[in-house]
């Protein structure tokens, strides 16, 4: 039971920081957050592309989607 609820806010927690990950690449590439290189030192990281921000947004993305499926399993499993 503590391991499901632990797991559900995991998953969002994941969720909507890879949905943020995303859409920070997605701005740095399409200039919305100021010049290319500029955005890209200030919003990415240690990333060397806006490209390598949307991967792991997306990455994470996926993790979201597995610890949610793991959810509902695990739900369905204590009923």
Known sequence: ???TKLITI???IVLVGSVLRIITGLGI????LGP???ALRRYGG?????GAIIDRGVYGFLAALML???EEISKRREK
Not at 46 to 50: L, V
Request: glycine letters at 4%.
């Open 10 to 12: 995991a998953a969002c």
């Open 29 to 32: 590439a399409t200039e919305f």
């Open 36 to 38: 290319y290189e500029e």
């Open 68 to 70: 949610g499926t793991l």
């Open 46 to 50: 240690t990333a060397a592309s806006s």
């Open 1 to 3: 039971m503590i391991f």
